[in-house]
């Protein structure tokens, strides 16, 4: 009989033990969300390890910063601030970081034949969307700008880091990509860490790393963008991928009736207009991801759609003003449309 007692307690603490142990060994969602880059990012990583977790989260953070701090035109200084002070005059030195941007920003300008422009900034600047100080300015004004916008001008040393803007009143703005960047960064700080695991919204940039726990794929949902924040009209499988959204819902004003959103063609120098209303690409690489979403919503469907098939493991999905839903062919098992208002066209 003592020895059954005996027995029993013995199990119960092996349970017990066991019962620990395997709790220690458990996933748990751990989530924290940061403001920068003018958005909030939210950073959720499924790990064992709570202490790790915590540790890439404030590293990622900190490296947010210090490329917004590098890459900004909202503050009093920044290096990018310090290339458009000086354009017309003289070099600037950069970090490796904002030298690498510019880079591919100029590259991407070149690739999207000026739909993508990184010397917009004189422009975005005169519209002012997304300030207090938002309004459709006069035709002169435009005209009197819209000279300063030519990627060409944009001189990179890549063995010095130098950068030099050929006119004065030239302007850069990596608006438009250095959140690809930023997400793309913090990817990597977390695989340091040993993070298998992980979903990253950088204010409507996703960037995934891994799968699910489970093994099945993140289900991201495309944005409505006739719809209030948060109602989709799509749902996208992805793994260990970026997802990247550019849309005339985020930073607009109207007047008299006119929606007038943040993306300029710089043909124009007017809010672009090619028939589209939001453009997703998925793809490795969030910067990359970033500069073309951009790109495509400013060329429209037909060349932005040409641009997309002529580059390997890119994916897209372009929503049109008619409510018409273009996938392109590696994506189109891994979308559904979940909304009967649209229709998927091709
Ligand atoms: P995207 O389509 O990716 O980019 C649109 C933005 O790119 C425009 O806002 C404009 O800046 C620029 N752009 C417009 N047309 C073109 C074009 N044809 N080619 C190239 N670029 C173009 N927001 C704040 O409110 N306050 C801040 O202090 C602030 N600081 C920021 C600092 C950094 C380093 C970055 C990257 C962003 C910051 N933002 C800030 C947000 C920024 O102003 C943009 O609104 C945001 O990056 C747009 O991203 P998107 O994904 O909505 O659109
Ligand atoms: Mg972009």
């Known amino acids: 009989m003592k020895k059954n007692i005996f027995l029993m307690l013995l199990i119960t603490i092996i349970a017990i033990l066991s019962g620990c142990a395997s709790n220690k060994g458990k996933n748990t969602v751990i989530k924290e969300e940061i403001y920068a880059l003018g958005t909030v990012i939210q950073i959720q990583i499924y790990d064992a390890d709570e202490e790790k977790a915590k540790k890439a989260i404030e590293e990622s953070e900190k490296r947010v910063q210090e490329i917004e701090n590098k890459m900004t035109v909202n503050k009093e200084k920044s290096e990018v601030i310090l290339i458009n002070e000086n354009s017309g005059i003289n070099s600037v030195q950069v970090s490796p970081d904002t030298f690498y941007v510019i880079q591919k920003a100029k590259k991407y300008s070149d690739l999207s034949g000026g739909a993508f422009d990184l010397t917009v900034e004189p422009i975005v600047k005169l519209w002012g969307i997304g300030t207090e100080n938002a309004r459709v300015p006069k035709q002169e004004e435009i005209d009197a700008l819209l000279g300063l916008v030519d990627y060409n001008d944009v001189v990179l040393d890549e063995s010095t880091n130098q950068v030099k803007l050929n006119r004065e009143g030239q302007a850069i703005d990596l608006g438009a990509i250095a959140k690809g960047y930023a997400g793309d960064e913090v990817k990597k700080i977390l695989k340091e860490h040993g993070i298998k695991t992980a979903f990253v919204n950088l204010g409507g940039n996703v960037v995934t790393l891994g799968s699910k726990l ?9 944005q409505n963008p006739l ?11 992805v793994v260990d991928e970026t997802l990247v959204t550019s849309g005339n819902y985020e930073r607009y004003f109207i007047e008299d009736g006119k929606r007038y959103h943040h993306i300029i063609d710089p043909k124009t120098g007017y809010p672009a207009e090619a028939g589209i209303i939001s453009s997703t690409i998925v793809t490795n690489s969030s910067i990359d991801a970033d500069a073309l979403s ?53």
């Open 294 to 346: 951009t790109s495509v919503y400013v060329l429209g469907l037909e060349k932005g759609m040409e641009l997309i098939e002529s580059l390997e493991n890119v994916e897209a999905v372009i929503v049109t003003e008619d409510k018409k839903i273009y996938v392109t062919s590696g994506l189109k098992d891994r979308f559904k449309l979940e909304n009967e208002e649209f229709q998927l066209a091709n």
């Open 227 to 237: 719809d209030e924040r948060g109602k989709h009209i799509a749902v996208i499988e």
């Open 214 to 222: 489970d093994g099945s794929p993140w289900r991201i949902g495309v």
